[in-house]
């Protein structure tokens, strides 16, 4: 499924301070089952050497959904989807989780990782017809996901793992796809964390 282009427009930088870069982005949302035997291995790849280190010593649940920016026939923005219904202080709420944000480091600051969040977002609210958007993050990215519309909310996060429910250090953000607070508790994921 190919869902629209985005229109990208971004001051350029750093020598030409007034002028803006104008493009327009070509977003595909595919199911992950529909990618491509190479493309699963390049992604899960990239996933490795970027998200390889501290988050290693847990274990990920793998997104439905995959958001795609090609550049030059190849992959350079990659956004993944989880759909689930989670727990949160007891009650159900249906989320749309955003996992594995990256773009590769020669395509970065140029706009992608927004864009396709702002892809994601829609696609959560309008097609999975989620209450919230959920992702998990570490402290230093909340102003970029905050610039986008999402807001810390308090845990503690529990998830899944071999041995059982782990608390996750992780900080939970969420954006409403609907009127409606976000519950204050516990948030289980009901499942593994993503
Ligand atoms: C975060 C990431 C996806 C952004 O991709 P991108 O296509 O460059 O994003 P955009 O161009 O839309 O936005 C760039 C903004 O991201 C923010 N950002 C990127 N990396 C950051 C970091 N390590 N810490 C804090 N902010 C960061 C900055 O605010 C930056 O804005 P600036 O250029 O004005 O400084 C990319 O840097 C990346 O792949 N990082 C490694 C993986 C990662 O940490 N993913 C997030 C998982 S929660």
Redesign the pocket.
Known sequence: MRIGDYWLCRKRRPLALNSWEMTTVDIEIVSVQDLTFEERDFIGDWIGR?FGGIDSKYEWAHGEWALLIRRNGGIV?YVEVVQRRIEVDGQSVDVGGIAN???LED????????AAMRKCMGFICNKLSADFGL?V??A??I??YERLGWHVVSGPLVADQSQGKVVLPHVTMVFACKDGEWPVGTIDLCGLPW
């Open positions: 970027v923005s944000v990256m773009t395509w970065k600051r140029r706009g992608f990782a927004s992702l993050c570490e230093e990215l102003p970029f």
